[in-house]
């Protein structure tokens, strides 16, 4: 076995272990360990962060990112771990101040403007602040023309909704083209009304177009956690309302 080979061997080794650890490691372990735990802790506080992290390993696994919302709907925190170094960032649907924290901790502040998708008659953060407003509970179905399960899964959301007597609001992927979802909708003999597709990160972070179809679900007007990934029959669906909200 040439050099080569055993570097390439051991680096697949600790990269298995590393990925290992991190999964093991609660984001407060995480936060708690970094060099300037206390500068990180400061901005998450300020920042009105909820501490109800997801955790991600970035594209070459020696990345981590904790991804947690805010108790301002539509305000996000991204914390990014990296070589010693972190960048923590607060997003909104508009733009992203960021704050990155060397090695010795020192900070160096910017801010960003985002792109935004410019899409018609789209489902936007105050539209979604509107109906947490107006519905004690309920559902929040996305879905896309390219997943056929998605299609028939709105027939099941809908006999679902009304069996456990909840609202619920039908809503396509923001990353697809509406006149494809126009057509589709079209040949399976459903409405347009449920063209309009969501437009904030309120649901983006919250994984709704992670797989397709997806669910959220929100009680005592506050969306209660991530996303459901995946096509339900209307009783896994009944099963699933019923744990989370219904109880």
């Known amino acids: ?9 051991f680096l697949l080794l600790s990269t298995q ?3 290992q650890n991190f999964l093991t490691l609660s984001a407060q372990k995480i936060i708690s360990h970094h060099k300037c735990h206390q500068e990180i802790d400061q901005y998450l506080k300020s920042w009105q962060s909820t501490f109800e992290f997801e955790k991600y390993l970035g594209d070459d696994l020696s990345e981590i990112k904790l991804i947690t919302p805010t108790k301002s709907l539509g305000k996000w925190i ?3 771990f990296k070589n010693n170094q972190v960048k923590l960032s607060l997003r909104t649907d508009f733009d992203q101040l960021e704050v990155k924290l ?7 502040i910017g801010l960003h403007k985002l792109k935004r ?3 018609q008659d789209s489902f936007q953060k105050e539209d979604l602040a509107q109906l947490l407003q107006k519905n004690e509970k309920g559902m929040i179905y996305i879905w896309s023309p390219h997943m056929p399960l998605s299609i028939a899964g709105i027939k099941e959301i809908k006999k679902a909704a009304k069996k456990t007597k909840m609202p619920v609001t039908i809503l396509l992927d923001q990353n697809v083209s509406r006149e494809f979802a126009k057509k589709t909708l079209k040949s399976h003999g459903l409405s347009e009304s449920y063209l309009k597709s969501y437009n904030t990160i309120e649901l983006a972070l919250r994984g709704a177009s992670l797989h397709l179809p997806s669910v959220l679900l929100y009680k005592n ?4 956690r991530r996303a459901k990934p995946g096509h339900e029959y209307t009783w896994k669906f009944i099963q699933y309302i019923e744990k989370w909200v219904s109880k």
């Open 102 to 108: 060397a090695k010795n901790c020192q900070k160096e």
């Open 17 to 19: 272990l590393w990925a």
């Open 78 to 80: 991204i914390a990014e």
């Open 1 to 9: 076995m040439d050099k080569m080979r055993v570097f390439t061997f």
């Open 117 to 119: 998708r410019q899409q």
């Open 221 to 224: 007007h506050q969306i209660v």
